[in-house]
């Protein structure tokens, strides 16, 4: 048989195991929120997930102009957007280091006011870090009235640096509804 404890040990006991698990959810929590800071790290480190940067690019570098570098344009509509959402041209051909402006045509199809969010991703992977936005509409959210339409534009270049075995880079809009909740509103 076992001894029975002390009669505060028990409690000491309860105590010291309610305080780890508060340490471990808090510690937990942490590592949560941790987590997408550290993602947008690594994927500025490798250039994985087609992530390009969220602020402006200048250029100020020379054009390649013995180099052709095709650059094709989709944009996708996360379900619930009761938007239209299309670049105005499917593909360029371009040369590294050259400036270029091309448009998106949005469309708020509902009947009340909307805001979107459009969110960038480059393919290859690789190619992300060499595709620069000097100016991009999803550098903001972007609000229409009701049947309202807009042209969003987009000027970039490709870095002279691309990796001579890449030709073609892919943009890809996904246009999200970025309206604020009634929970949020209300705080």
Same mark, same amino acid.
């Given at each position: 048989?076992?001894? *029975?404890?002390?009669?505060?040990?028990?409690?000491?006991?309860?105590?010291?195991?309610?305080?780890?698990?508060?340490?471990?959810?808090?510690?937990?929590?942490? %590592?949560?929120?941790?987590?997408?800071?550290?993602?947008?790290?690594?994927?500025?480190?490798?250039?994985?997930? !087609?992530?390009?940067?969220?602020?402006?690019?200048?250029?100020?570098?020379? $054009?390649?102009? @013995?180099?052709?570098?095709?650059?094709?344009?989709?944009?996708?509509?996360?379900?619930?957007?009761?938007? =239209?959402?299309?670049? +105005?041209?499917?593909? $360029?051909?371009?040369?590294?280091?050259?400036?270029? #402006?091309?448009?998106?045509?949005?469309?708020?199809?509902?009947?009340?006011?909307?805001?979107? @969010?459009?969110? *960038?991703?480059? =393919?290859? !992977?690789?190619?992300? @870090?060499? %595709?620069?936005?000097? +100016?991009?509409?999803?550098?903001?959210?972007?609000?229409? +009235?009701? !049947? +309202?339409?807009? @042209?969003?534009?987009?000027? %970039?270049?490709?870095?002279?640096?691309?990796?001579?075995?890449i030709h073609t880079l892919t943009l890809?809009? =996904?246009?999200?509804?970025?309206? *604020? #909740?009634? =929970?949020?509103?209300?705080?």
């Amino acid at each position: 048989m076992s001894k *029975p404890s002390a009669p505060g040990q028990e409690k000491r006991n309860n105590q010291r195991s309610v305080w780890s698990l508060v340490g471990l959810a808090i510690a937990m929590f942490g %590592f949560a929120f941790a987590l997408v800071p550290l993602y947008d790290v690594f994927c500025d480190i490798t250039g994985i997930n !087609g992530k390009t940067a969220d602020a402006p690019a200048a250029s100020s570098m020379t $054009i390649d102009t @013995q180099r052709q570098v095709t650059v094709e344009f989709v944009a996708y509509i996360n379900p619930g957007m009761e938007w =239209t959402f299309e670049p +105005e041209v499917r593909r $360029i051909v371009v040369n590294p280091g050259q400036t270029q #402006t091309i448009n998106y045509a949005a469309r708020n199809l509902t009947r009340h006011a909307s805001i979107g @969010q459009a969110v *960038p991703s480059v =393919t290859p !992977g690789l190619g992300a @870090q060499y %595709f620069n936005k000097i +100016e991009c509409f999803c550098f903001n959210r972007q609000p229409l +009235e009701a !049947g +309202e339409s807009a @042209q969003l534009p987009l000027v %970039f270049y490709v870095d002279p640096e691309l990796p001579e075995d890449i030709h073609t880079l892919t943009l890809a809009y =996904t246009l999200y509804n970025a309206q *604020p #909740t009634a =929970t949020a509103q209300t705080q």
